[in-house]
Antibody, heavy 121, light 106 residues
């Protein structure tokens, strides 16, 4: 059974940093691209960032480019999101999501339960 | 950025009735269109991909159609567990989601 478990969220002041983690199990982690998708309270879904299986290809939404850094450790079956210079508008539930396959990099077939990031003074 | 527009925002349907949800892309996404279901307090669940292929374990009452810029999700006979928010998402390019359609009990 595929499991994605996010952690690292919390309350943080504007301008500060936070690092999210996603622990994956139930599939061959290093075969798949992985992504972060967020959902502001009561709002819709927004893709944040994605990384290929070997970290060779990385992408970011314009809203986080230059502030967030995605990475992965295939030996630890883990995905990360380093978030710097946080803003109030980054407040959201952050989901870790698995790409379905290599030909559909941006199709998400499994999602974690999310970790909540609240940016407030 | 490809903008995805869903309609209606809210759909009131009685159990057992058919529900039809629409999704429009601002430019062609071919058949690179997915539908997700999200229930309160839960993560999104993939229902349909490739515009019309049901994901693993998805009941046959869910069907998708369309290509290019116009897409439809149909739930043939609504069950109690189907009342939720549904999102479309294009994955032809940098992924974007529609704003969601809430299917509520009439």
């Amino acid at each position: 059974e595929v499991q994605l478990v996010e952690s690292g969220g919390g309350l943080v002041q504007p301008g500060r940093s936070l690092r999210l983690s996603c622990a994956a199990s139930g599939f061959t982690f290093d075969d798949y691209a992985m992504h972060w998708v967020r959902q502001a309270p009561g709002k819709g879904l927004e893709w944040v960032s994605g990384i290929s299986w070997n970290s060779g290809s990385i992408g970011y939404a314009d809203s986080v480019k230059g502030r967030f850094t995605i990475s992965r450790d295939n030996a630890k079956n883990s995905l990360y999101l380093q978030m710097n210079s946080l803003r109030a508008e980054d407040t959201a539930l952050y989901y870790c999501a698995k790409a379905q396959d290599s030909s559909s990099w941006y199709l998400f077939d499994y999602w974690g339960q999310g970790t909540l990031v609240t940016v407030s003074s | 950025e490809i903008v995805m527009t869903q309609s209606p925002a809210t759909l009131s349907v009685s159990p057992g009735e058919r529900a039809t949800l629409s999704c429009r892309a601002s430019q062609s996404v071919s058949s690179n269109l997915a539908w997700y279901q999200q229930k309160p307090g839960q993560a999104p669940r993939l229902l349909i991909y490739g515009a019309s292929t049901r994901a693993t374990g998805i009941p046959a009452r869910f069907s998708g159609s369309g290509s290019g810029t116009e897409f439809t999700l149909t739930i043939s006979s609504l069950q109690s567990e189907d009342f939720a928010v549904y999102y479309c998402q294009q994955y032809n390019n940098w992924p974007t989601f529609g704003q969601g359609t809430k299917v509520e009990i009439k």
